[in-house]
């Protein structure tokens, strides 16, 4: 899967609300056996201050830069 895609797919679960990255989490924890991890995981994002990332401009996914390609002149 490319990045691109990912981002793609990270959008549109985020579109879906909160009850549907819990079931995501959720998920993953029982097929894989990281419960504990996860929260661990989720306590240090949610030491995170959501103000405090929007103030910074680090709430969204990174753009990635346009590549030129030949020449421009």
Same mark, same amino acid.
């Given at each position: 899967?490319t990045?691109? #895609? #990912?981002?793609?797919?990270?959008?549109?679960?985020? /579109?879906?609300?909160? +009850?549907?990255?819990?079931?995501?989490?959720?998920?993953?924890?029982?097929?894989?056996?990281?419960?504990?991890?996860?929260?661990? +995981?989720?306590?240090?994002?949610?030491?995170?201050?959501?103000?405090?990332?929007?103030? /910074?401009?680090?709430?969204?996914?990174?753009?990635?830069?346009l590549?030129?390609?030949?020449?421009?002149?």
């Open positions: 899967m990045a691109l #895609r #990912r981002q793609h797919l990270v959008r549109h679960l985020h /579109l879906l609300g909160e +009850r549907a990255v819990d079931e995501l989490l959720v998920e993953l924890a029982v097929a894989h056996g990281i419960e504990a991890d996860i929260i661990a +995981r989720l306590e240090t994002y949610g030491r995170l201050d959501p103000q405090w990332l929007v103030a /910074l401009g680090v709430n969204h996914i990174a753009s990635h830069p590549l030129l390609v030949g020449d421009v002149a």
